[in-house]
């Protein structure tokens, strides 16, 4: 690269994240439109539930329970040295309900559903299956976008709480029989600190990552060109940028949505 | 002030389907139409020629507005097709439909649902008439006992006919089709000719099909266009384009190339 070209490199990089963010305001627009006018595809809407919801419970729930369970192994012996073991629970669970619970399983969504997402439509974006659904008059966004968005806004709430439970029995399986705690300590404590306002913080997070993955995975699927090496490379972009935009996003919605719902006030 | 430029209006002349104007399409630095003017009236089946690369398939997609031009317009049935957006095409698409080059099924439908899915996304609910309908478009093209196969179990020239027993099924004034005969034997390719002979004959079906099949242009063609260096090189009945005394149309009808062994 000659000097020119590097002098000209981060004004280049910001016009390309600016088209970038411009392309899925446009995906987004075109979404809200066929939300509000399009033809709601309940058949497709139900085989999108199976594919994300029902096919991603494996994933979340082994994730959640040992997430839950090396947390609890990790704190407990902290714990102790304080004298806090008992309160083991309370943290684990809200911990869970804030953040780990929705975080986790929205990282393992966005590598196996997003994944997914970005590589189907970009199969059919490069086969010119998109443009046959356009020549017959069909809006790719309405039947390509909308009913994988509204199965991941139905599914990702439910995920999101697989997530948290799982995580907590695990917790208590590891303080019951792996440090003998009495169990109605950890569950007095469990259930004294963790509130609704917790667990509607992990359902929002669920909610909002779900659209994130979705926007961002459909938008790589329906800009895939050149054949088999793009839908590769929007499949690999569709995990990264997904697994990158929810985690800043976490910071800044948990900042907030602890205004909303603040910690250790109810 | 200066008054703005009036828009464009479509031909006067009632019997034109298509046309297009000065179209120039250019995909980042390399020019690929420069300039091309098109016109077809109604029932008129028109055949593409042309080296690989030259446009043929983006003229195509200009006319049902896959594909914008950078400058030029393009009307077909009397609407500016190029100033619609992509929601405001349906009439557009209720008129032409489009076999693509690579047959573009849907790989989660079985044939039966691929060449049912345009019947179905305009509106037909009746499952009997859905039935009887794709039924009839696929023994047109000689697949009528393969409906519950998914496209990965055909061959390529199965996967081409059944893309053009989804385009005929709507029967739209228009088709499109793009390079219909490659990948099918002298039967098969055959049976294509015959099937768009018939679409123009009895329902006076407009067609313009990009081939490089010279066999089937003589067979199935009213005029001929070749395409080269971005502009429409020469424009006849397939009679002209065989009388032609141009070198490069010469070259190209009888396959002859520069490269000597």
Not at chain 1, 52 to 66: D, H, L, M, N, R
Not at chain 1, 157 to 174: D, R, T
Not at chain 2, 141 to 166: C, F, N, Q, W
Not at chain 2, 236 to 252: C, H, K, M, R, Y
Request: aromatic share 8%; glycine share 10%; net charge neutral.
């Amino acid at each position: 690269m000659d000097a020119n070209g590097l002098l000209t490199l981060p004004g280049r990089v910001f016009f390309h994240f600016l088209s970038y963010l411009g392309q899925l305001a446009a995906l987004a627009g075109e979404l809200m439109i066929a939300l509000r006018s399009g033809v709601w595809r309940l058949k497709l809407v139900a085989q999108q539930i199976v594919a994300i919801g029902y096919g991603s419970q494996g994933v979340v729930i082994v994730t959640g329970a040992f997430t839950g369970a090396v947390f609890t192994f990790q704190s407990y012996a902290k714990f102790k040295e304080f004298g806090f073991e008992t309160t083991v629970g309370a943290v684990v669970s809200v911990a869970l309900c804030r953040e780990l619970g929705p975080v986790l399983a929205g990282l393992m969504v966005a590598g196996r559903v997003g994944a997914a997402m970005a590589a189907d439509i970009g199969t059919m974006k490069v086969t010119e299956q998109v443009d046959a659904l356009r020549v017959m008059g069909v809006h790719p966004v309405d039947y390509l976008v909308l009913p994988r968005f509204l199965a991941m806004m139905i599914s990702m709430p439910f995920l999101v709480a697989e997530s948290i439970s799982f995580g907590l029995i695990a917790s208590y399986l590891v303080t019951s029989f792996g440090y003998d705690m009495p169990s109605t300590w950890y569950l007095t404590h469990m259930i004294d600190h963790t509130n609704m306002e917790d667990l509607s913080i992990g359902m929002i997070k669920g909610f909002v990552f779900g659209m994130i993955i979705t926007l961002i995975s459909c938008h790589q699927g329906l800009a895939a060109e050149n054949g088999a090496v793009g839908v590769g490379l929007g499949t690999t972009n569709a995990v990264v940028i997904s697994s990158l935009v929810l985690l800043i996003v976490n910071f800044f919605l948990s900042i907030l949505l602890n205004y909303v719902f603040p910690i250790g006030t109810v | 002030m200066a008054a703005p430029a009036p828009s464009p209006a479509p031909s006067s002349d009632a019997d034109v389907f298509i046309e297009l104007r000065g179209i120039h399409k250019s995909f980042g630095k390399q020019e690929i139409l420069s300039g091309i003017d098109l016109t077809l009236k109604h029932g008129e089946t028109l055949c593409i020629i042309g080296p690989s690369g030259e446009g043929k398939t983006v003229t195509m997609k200009h006319i049902i507005g896959l594909i914008r031009p950078d400058s030029g317009d393009v009307f077909v049935g009397g609407m500016h097709v190029n100033k619609l957006k992509e929601r405001e095409m349906a009439p557009i698409r209720q008129k032409v439909s489009m076999l693509f080059q690579g047959a573009a099924l849907f790989d989660r439908m079985t044939v039966e649902e691929n060449v049912a899915f345009p019947l179905i996304e305009s509106g037909l609910r009746d499952k009997a008439e859905v039935k009887r309908r794709v039924l009839e478009a696929l023994e047109a093209v000689d697949l009528a006992e393969h409906l519950d196969k998914y496209p990965t179990a055909l061959s390529g020239g199965m996967r081409k006919r059944t893309g053009i027993a989804r385009a005929i099924i709507c029967r739209n004034e228009c088709i499109l089709y793009d390079e219909p005969n490659s990948g099918l034997d002298p039967i098969g390719s055959d049976i294509i000719d015959q099937m768009i002979l018939r679409m123009q004959k009895r329902f006076r079906v407009t067609s313009i099909i990009v081939t490089h099949d010279m066999r089937s242009i003589f067979k199935i063609a009213n005029r001929v266009a070749m395409l080269y260096r971005g502009k429409i090189h020469f424009l006849g009945t397939p009679d002209e384009l065989n009388a032609s005394p141009d070198p490069i149309v010469q070259d190209f009808i009888n396959g002859r190339s520069d490269v000597t062994c």
